[in-house]
């Protein structure tokens, strides 16, 4: 990113990007997934990652952020320059939709699919630099392909293929004013991580409403806060959790109205409502994966999924009723055999990466070397460094990791696990 950084200038100069294990397929981030291009895991990818990028940051403000909802869904907004120096304005003006005033004055909106026009030609052009200066130890670029706002990227990092699904987002400290009332209610989390670890930031994602203007609609985001409460969930329910997303994945796959990410919510909500005693309770895995397999039925059978932090906000609203119907008969099939379903999908899961060593192996048989490849013993650093990177994020199970990068100093990778950095 430091290079995209240097194009023009337009990132900020030290930047810090939120690395989420998992990619926006995952169900990590609330984006759309019928716009992307499916990829599975074996095929096409080995292990999978979500980066989000701050174009803007705005983290100088202590008090509650006031955003311009007025045109948008709830969990929505339009984000206008006028919060920004005149400096910022100057320099994405070029990814901006503009509104004039009656009373002369003009008002920049930073327009979501203008900034994922500049930022895939920006990352564009410095992948092909990078392929036309092949170096030791540099990953090899195996595809890059714009998926709406998203740029998914797979590099060929020794013999493993990461899948980074990298999205332009706006960064803010604080806590939105729209979600205030949420932080009045009582929490599973409460005494267990503070309040401030909770409402460090949000972030707004390229992402609209099914009744909004793509051009100028942002979504709302609580990624950063996602991360901290994870620390707080049950090892049995997180396993449920898994569980639970293999199974709706390659199940309710196609059509995508439900994705992870409203199990995600439906999780969170479930560690509202039940008593602490029992979620902790370390052999109820299996318990828990009916319980949220039974909650998901009823939003679907109601249409009805509330955003955790914003519980006004019906994820589900857009969702007709036949589609609801579908997705709901679907699911009684996996509730009346939950253990066949499971095993179905564990075997698939076992498939792909059966698949990814035989194809890591035949790549190891051949002579032939991509143009970004090293040879030889030269391999293992990048092997080591795939390797690094997953034991990073598989280690340290509901922490925030991210990477701070300064385009100044670029000798040395910063991963920083909370607040320590190596």
Known sequence: MCMVQKLDQKLPVANEYLLLSGGVREGVIDMDLDELTVYARG????????????????????????????HSALCHSWLSLRLFDEGTINKWKDCCTVVDHVNGATNYF?????????????????????????????????????????????????????????????????????????????????????????????????????????????????ARSEVQLKKCISASLMQAYQACKALIIKLLSRPKAISPYHLRSLMLWACDRLPHTYLAQEDYAAHFLLGLIDDL????????????????????????????????????????????HLRSAIEHAKAASRLTLELQ???????????????????????????????????????SISVFINPDDVTRPHFRIDDKFF
Not at 43 to 64: E, G, I, S
Not at 128 to 138: D, L, M
């Open 43 to 70: 095929a096409d990818y080995d292990m999978d990652f979500t980066l989000l990028v701050p174009a803007l940051k705005l983290h100088d403000r202590n008090q509650p952020v006031t955003l311009d909802m007025r």
């Open 110 to 222: 930073f327009s979501p699919t203008l900034v994922a026009d500049w930022f895939y030609e920006s990352i564009s052009m410095v992948l092909a630099e990078i392929q036309k200066k092949p170096q030791r130890g540099v990953p090899r670029v195996e595809k890059v392909e714009r998926n709406a706002t998203v740029i998914s990227i797979i590099l060929g990092v020794g013999g493993s293929r990461m899948l980074y699904d990298v999205v332009p987002v706006v960064s803010f400290k604080g806590w939105p004013a729209v979600a205030q009332s949420w932080l009045m209610e009582n929490h599973f989390w409460d005494g267990k991580i503070t309040e401030e670890e909770v409402i460090s930031g949000f972030y707004l994602l390229p992402a609209c409403s099914s009744t909004g203007q793509k051009e100028n609609e942002w979504r709302l985001s609580f």
């Open 297 to 340: 039925q009823h939003c679907l059978v109601n249409k009805t999924c509330p955003n955790y932090f914003i519980p006004q906000c019906n994820m589900l609203e857009h969702l007709s009723d036949d589609a609801a119907m579908l997705h709901a008969r679907k699911l009684s099939s996996v509730r009346s055999d939950p253990a066949e």
């Open 361 to 399: 192996w035949r790549g190891g048989s051949s002579n032939l070397s991509s143009p970004l490849s090293d040879t030889g013993a030269d391999q293992q650093p990048d092997d080591r460094l795939a390797k690094k990177l997953q034991q990073l994020v598989t280690e340290n199970p509901g922490k």
